[in-house]
């Protein structure tokens, strides 16, 4: 049984958890830090490049992880009142052999007009060749009706082995895999579950500026934790936990988008990352991993391991801490709304909970199809695609920055990313009128917007809507001559704000 303990670094109390300790799996070598196991599964080719500072790290013990019950001090009080829907949670036993379900109120699939689907797609080891992929029978019919909350379960299963080769982690581990109608939806779940109003949240900042809006709205208190070229700063987090009111209940979460992040394409650094982790367990909050271009990363160095990966490193700790966000938009397609979540068994029924009584489960018929394509490529296919789709978007960056640097020299100041499709840059202009500092957001929506040039703002992505001069593009869709005329126009703008400076 748990012996009840009060942190002393947070008003928060708990009992201290007896860590379940994870099966061991007897074939455990240790290569670049990486179980043997998952290179023989074709693990991801970059957790086989793991920086040179993390050899050694990884101890060949079982993996100790949290309890179920170490997770009830960070539900929000709707999620410990939510009780589960009954019709849900007894559809998985419909598959029970010998049992005659009359229990869900499915529509007969004879009625359905669509009888077979086939369509074509590119080879990814040789995007010469197409292959013609056909949907019909039990396949299709999963497409066509109602399925389980959590995703089709052949998806569910494809996707865990996913995770399990991309981040060395076994589902043994104490985590498990829900699909969603892409990563934002669970991620809004997964909030929900979470706090409640008036707890405090640490946001990497500059931060997502489709996630803003969902914080703003929770009357909460939001810590902005400012991020560099290598990633959130662990340093500036430490500070206001060492300052924190002790009479107030610590932050019990970090969101962050550790790869290419949105807006700035910042990737955070390994050692960074094992900080932040440190922090986590030494202050008790959870890490949200939001990582929806974790496959778009093209930088020289080896992609640094995920939070997921990390915290099975050091294990003088139990894992559990990190939830993961993954999504299939970047690249598969946007349009299937499709993504997942990675995490402690806890948390993810209490998303599986709420996504049953809201839109009852992700699309079957985006699944079914995202499926087909999937499993027609194996992992390794998986794996050559997604180098494939960072290789594109590496390109596209490459010629935008060779436009800024033509014509934003002198006038604009940025670092080039090494992951996802946008650039964060700071526009060397004047302060606004009656404002200490620079502001972007009038430049852009007005005089830039009448040059013909559309950016994004980068107060959007500041959850205190701090006035700044930082702007972000996207150079995902836009084509070479139009990347270069849109700095073209950009320049022009700058330079008149300049100009007005002085007269």
């Not at 959130?232 to 206001?240: C, F, H, I, K, T």
């Not at 992505?461 to 270069?484: G, H, I, K, Q």
Request: hydrophobic share 40%; with cysteine; aromatic share 10%.
């Amino acid at each position: 049984m748990p012996v009840p303990y009060t942190d002393h670094s947070s008003a928060r109390s708990f009992a201290t958890p007896s860590p379940l300790k994870a099966t061991k799996n007897n074939d455990v070598g240790v290569q670049n830090g990486i179980s043997s196991t998952f290179s023989k599964a074709r693990a991801d080719p970059a957790l086989l490049k793991v920086e040179n500072g993390l050899k050694g790290q990884y101890v060949d013990l079982p993996l100790e992880v949290l309890p179920d019950d170490f997770y009830d001090q960070f539900l929000s009080d709707s999620a410990k009142r939510r009780k589960p829907s009954q019709l849900r949670f007894l559809q998985p036993l419909e598959k029970t052999p010998g049992v005659i379900s009359l229990l869900a109120g499915k529509p007969n699939p004879t009625t359905f007009p669509i009888t077979s689907l086939s369509f074509q797609t590119r080879s990814p080891l040789n995007p010469a060749e197409s292959k013609t992929i056909k949907l019909e029978g039990n396949a299709l019919n999963q497409g066509l009706q109602y399925n389980l909350t959590s995703g089709l379960p052949e998806m569910v299963s494809w996707i865990t082995g996913l995770q399990e080769r991309s981040h060395g982690r076994k589902p043994s581990e104490g985590w498990r895999v829900s699909m969603g109608v892409g990563s934002q939806d669970v991620i809004q779940k997964c909030i929900s579950a979470l706090l409640n109003e008036g707890d405090s949240v640490f946001v990497e900042t500059p931060a997502y500026p489709g996630i803003v809006p969902l914080f703003q709205s929770m009357n909460i208190n939001i810590i902005e934790i400012p991020t560099d070229s290598k990633g959130l700063r662990p340093g500036a987090m430490e500070q206001v936990l060492d300052n924190w009111d002790p009479s107030m209940p610590k932050p019990k979460l970090l969101y962050t988008i550790p790869v290419g992040s949105n807006p700035t394409g910042f990737t955070a650094t390994t050692k960074r990352r094992l900080d932040v982790l440190s922090l986590a367990r030494k202050h008790n909050f959870l890490i949200l991993e939001d990582d929806p271009y974790y496959y778009l990363y093209y930088g020289q160095a080896a992609r640094p391991p995920s939070y997921f990966t990390l915290e099975s490193y050091e294990r003088s700790a139990p894992a559990g801490r990190v939830i993961r966000f993954d999504s299939l938009s970047k690249i598969i397609s946007s349009g299937f709304r499709l993504g997942f979540v990675t995490g402690p068994l806890k948390i993810l029924k209490c998303i599986d909970m709420q996504t049953a009584i809201s839109n009852l489960q992700p699309p079957s018929f985006s699944q079914a199809v995202c499926l087909a394509i999937l499993q027609s490529w194996g992992y390794e296919g998986f794996y050559a695609h997604t180098a494939n789709v960072a290789a594109f978007y590496k390109e596209r960056r490459d010629i935008f920055v060779a436009a800024m640097e033509r014509h934003l020299t002198g006038l604009a100041q940025w670092t080039v990313p090494e992951a996802g499709m946008f650039i964060w840059f700071r526009l060397l202009i004047p302060p606004a009128q009656n404002c200490d500092e620079p502001d972007s957001d009038q430049l852009i929506r007005t005089k830039a917007f009448e040059a013909g040039v559309l950016a994004l703002p980068g107060v959007v992505a500041f959850p205190l809507e701090r006035v700044n001069s930082y702007v972000r593009v996207s150079f995902s869709l836009v084509s070479a001559e139009d990347m270069d005329e849109a700095c073209r126009r950009l320049a022009g703008v700058v330079r008149e704000a300049q100009q007005e400076l002085f007269f």
